[in-house]
């Protein structure tokens, strides 16, 4: 009776197991977007129809990785892309243990950024593991899979001072989709962005960070976007799904 209860308990668990990496390895082709909701900072994390995952930012602190065990499966260790957005600790202090624990294939980073102690300390660890770095500014295009980013900012002729800082501004296209995101971009900022700026007819998504206030977004640059959906990233952690023609909401 009790090996019979043994293979009985085994069978349930298999199915279960099947069931739950069935699920991650066999979906409809989306382009998913969570934002997370952490106690301190910002980091979006990225699926593509074709199943590569890409990070944005990782927080202040471990929080990112608790996130993180709620959309990646425990068996899958590997982001096939790392983005560091800033020098800010409140974007990138949470990247030093997720490198440290996770395979990362690729790094984005843009080239002109500030200096700071974490930023240091987390390109110490990325070295170490030798992982391959690519560098981005302002018109540069980046395809990840069946996803196009188009780089917004920074770019070397900007002229920069302590409340407009360099911070990695971008698109992702999927198909009849845009999201933009642009964290903590200044208002400064999103106006320069705003005039070379080029807008497709689709639907679009728009993120800052903290605040989606006058006094933080640009009119102008909001007026051009023509975004379907605003949202902060300081909001109770999101999932967006885009199926190529429309953007889908879930929390």
Request: hydrophobic letters at 40%; proline letters at 3%.
């Amino acid at each position: 009776m009790k090996y019979k209860i043994v293979i009985l308990i085994s069978l349930i668990f298999i199915l279960f197991l099947s069931l739950y990496i069935y699920k991650w390895e066999v979906r409809k082709p989306l382009f998913e977007v969570h934002f997370f909701s952490l106690n301190k900072g910002r980091a979006i994390f990225i699926r593509s129809p074709d199943n590569k995952t890409l990070l944005i930012g990782g927080g202040q602190n471990s929080d990112t990785i608790r996130e993180l065990t709620k959309v990646i499966p425990f068996y899958r260790k590997k982001i096939d892309y790392v983005v560091i957005p800033s020098a800010t600790p409140a974007q990138i202090g949470g990247l030093i243990e997720i490198i440290d624990r996770y395979e990362v294939g690729e790094i984005i980073m843009p080239k002109l950024m500030a200096t700071s102690t974490v930023l240091s300390q987390l390109m110490k660890e990325i070295n170490k593991k030798k992982i391959r770095i690519e560098k981005v500014e302002r018109e540069d295009v980046v395809e990840i899979g069946d996803l196009k980013f188009e780089i917004l900012f920074p770019y070397e002729d900007f002229k920069f001072n302590k409340s407009s800082l360099p911070e990695l501004g971008l698109d992702i296209m999927y198909k009849n989709t845009t999201i933009y995101l642009m964290g903590n971009l200044s208002k400064t900022i999103q106006k320069d962005i705003t005039k070379t700026l080029q807008i497709k007819n689709r639907e679009n998504l728009a993120e800052f960070y903290n605040s989606a206030s006058e006094t933080k977004v640009s009119a102008e640059l909001l007026e051009k976007i023509k975004s379907k959906f605003t949202f902060t990233t300081k909001e109770k952690t999101t999932r967006w799904a885009s199926d190529g023609f429309s953007w889908d909401k879930s929390q």
